[in-house]
């Protein structure tokens, strides 16, 4: 199941690809790259880790000969990593290389980017501790309850990390996330001056895919990955609170399959289905945020 040819874009400015996981992005980042002389740069929260290469589908090795790929796997396991990191990451990169082709599945990533991202103060240890022990003790809904009306609107109510990250930042400053958004300073990079587009994969080609693809990652050392990452996985799980690098999608099913507790044909399953749930979760974002931006349906 190839990507259709599409015209190559203007040269000159960025190109900003996002699509959820296994649309193939990536594959259409690299011919861009080789047939423009340009750089690739990574948008996914999930390739960022070192930890992880075969299980979050980075580029490899062969794919990093035929052209450069930035901001890959360049964050140790266990390192406090954000999208305002990102950005800081990414600011220097764009200044060397006006043309990069900026390519992820990580929605918050190009909305900062384009959009720009409010100044937060950094949340301190404390209260990121009470936040982790009052979801596991109580809930995402005693979080969503303390928030203000406007944010409580406006967030993904169904995704805890985002929910304690908007009770965080209300216990931290007193302010809600919404009122900081307000405050946001110009964007990195305006959409207006950057090809975009958004890969709109069918939803059962897009579920062939993922089926096939780690069944391919469970070939290639995906296990091997988890083998590795045993002795760091945290007693709590990958859960809201847990380390980043703990939330690559597949990692908590391996490792329950290395612990015992399930077979290798269940880890499989259970991760592909948590995959194809991933997809529907980014698809949603990109079309309620980045509706603006022309789409690629697929195939």
């Known amino acids: 199941m190839s990507l259709p040819d599409i015209p190559l ?33 990574n948008a996914d929260a999930l390739q960022v880790h070192d930890a992880w ?16 790929h930035l901001l890959y796997g ?23 290389h006006p043309d990069a082709v900026v390519v992820g599945g990580t929605g918050l990533y190009f909305s900062a980017l384009t959009e720009g991202l409010a100044e937060i103060p950094p949340i301190p240890s404390d209260i990121r501790a009470e936040a982790d022990a009052r979801l596991r003790a109580q809930g995402i809904d005693a979080l969503l309850a303390d928030l203000d009306a406007a944010t409580a609107a406006r967030i993904d109510r169904q995704n805890p990390a985002r929910v304690q990250r908007a009770w965080e930042v209300w216990r931290a400053t007193g302010r809600g996330l919404t009122e900081w958004q307000a405050l946001t300073p110009p964007p990195l990079l305006p959409h207006e001056q950057a090809t975009v587009l958004v890969l709109a994969p069918d939803r059962d ?95």
Do not use: C
């Open 74 to 96: 360049h964050v140790p396991r266990g390192a406090a990593y954000s999208v305002g990191h990102w950005l800081r990451d990414l600011a220097p990169v764009l200044a060397r």
């Open 53 to 68: 290469r075969v299980l979050t589908a980075r580029p490899g090795p062969e794919d990093e000969a035929n052209a450069p």
């Open 205 to 299: 080609w897009l579920a062939g895919r993922i089926a096939s693809r780690f069944a391919r990652m469970l070939t290639e050392g995906a296990l091997d990955e988890a083998r590795a990452a045993l002795p760091h996985w945290p007693a709590g799980g990958a859960g809201a609170a847990a380390p980043l690098w703990t939330r690559a999608i597949g990692a908590a099913e391996l490792i329950a399959h290395l612990r015992g507790q399930i077979s290798l044909p269940e880890a499989e399953a259970a991760a592909t289905l948590a995959t194809r749930q991933y997809a529907k979760r980014q698809a949603n974002w990109f079309r309620n945020r980045l509706g603006h931006w022309p789409r690629l349906a697929l195939p």
């Open 9 to 41: 874009p203007p040269t000159g400015r960025p190109v900003l690809i996002a699509g959820p996981t296994a649309s193939g992005k990536s594959a259409l980042a690299l011919r861009i790259a080789q047939a423009q002389e340009r750089v690739v740069v």
